[in-house]
């Protein structure tokens, strides 16, 4: 699509619970990025992924989070057993390229996880 | 440490008064950095970068690397200029990227 999409836009888990996100990245984009926002401040990297391959997870909390961008199907974060501090805005986004090369990121609409 | 640092959480100007938004960053590396806006309800957008030096909606920003900073400056607000923005530096490692934002700052434009 000409927009990076993700699902859901909202998410209610009670703690302990599992939740999982998605993320469409614009076609023809290699690179997908999930940021974290917590309570509007800034964004935290997570994870960057190259076409299936994880590029970068330096951000990832390792226990509990996991993500995944197989081919044909939308990229995912998944947080087993959610804690409180998990609640945020889980933000998305793409590139055409990587290094100094068509690095330009566009961002999804969020998903914003509440955990009670 | 790379770091951005935007100091101010709010700022709130009438219609017609200039803007400065203040950003530093901190980045051992060649800087190259972004302002990002995110207006009510909307997905965070692009606004403008230091390497390609245009004005987007008004809006310039110039990298000064002797003060660190990347301030983004308009000089006669709008309404419709109400929204947060971010200012984010670009880190290379080993081939790849990824952002460093800002903690945002919210301009809130009165009639």
Redesign the interface.
């Known amino acids: 699509g000409e927009?990076?999409a993700q699902t859901p836009k909202h998410l209610v888990r009670g703690e302990g619970q599992k939740a999982k996100l998605y993320c469409a990245p614009i076609k023809g984009h290699s690179y997908v990025?999930w940021?974290q926002q917590v309570l509007?401040?800034?964004?935290k990297?997570l994870i960057?992924f190259?076409n299936e391959n994880v590029?970068?997870e330096t951000?990832m909390p390792k226990e509990r989070f996991s993500a995944k961008c197989l081919p044909n199907s939308p990229c995912s974060l998944e947080i087993q057993a959610t804690k409180l501090e998990d609640s945020a805005v889980y933000?998305c986004?793409s590139s055409q390229g990587?290094?100094?090369v068509n690095?330009?990121?566009?961002?999804?609409?969020?998903t914003r996880l509440t955990v009670t | 440490a790379q770091r951005?640092t935007q100091p101010e959480k709010l700022l709130s100007v009438f219609k017609g008064a200039p803007v400065e938004l203040k950003c530093n960053y901190s980045y051992s590396g060649s800087p190259e950095l972004f302002w990002?806006v995110q207006y009510s309800r909307?997905?965070?957008?692009?606004l403008l970068?230091h390497i390609s030096r245009e004005s987007i909606k008004g809006f310039t920003a110039d990298l000064n690397k002797g003060e660190t900073s990347f301030h983004l400056k308009k000089p006669f607000a709008q309404e419709e200029d109400s929204a947060?923005y971010?200012c984010a530096l670009?880190v290379?490692?080993?081939?790849?990227?990824?952002?460093?934002?800002?903690?945002?700052t919210r301009l809130a434009v009165h009639p």
């Open positions: 927009e990076v990025f940021y509007k401040n800034e964004f990297f960057s190259q590029f970068d951000g933000f986004a990587f290094g100094r690095y330009e990121q566009y961002f999804g609409p969020g | 951005v990002y909307q997905r965070l957008q692009l970068r947060m971010y670009i290379f490692s080993g081939g790849y990227n990824k952002l460093i934002f800002g903690a945002g």
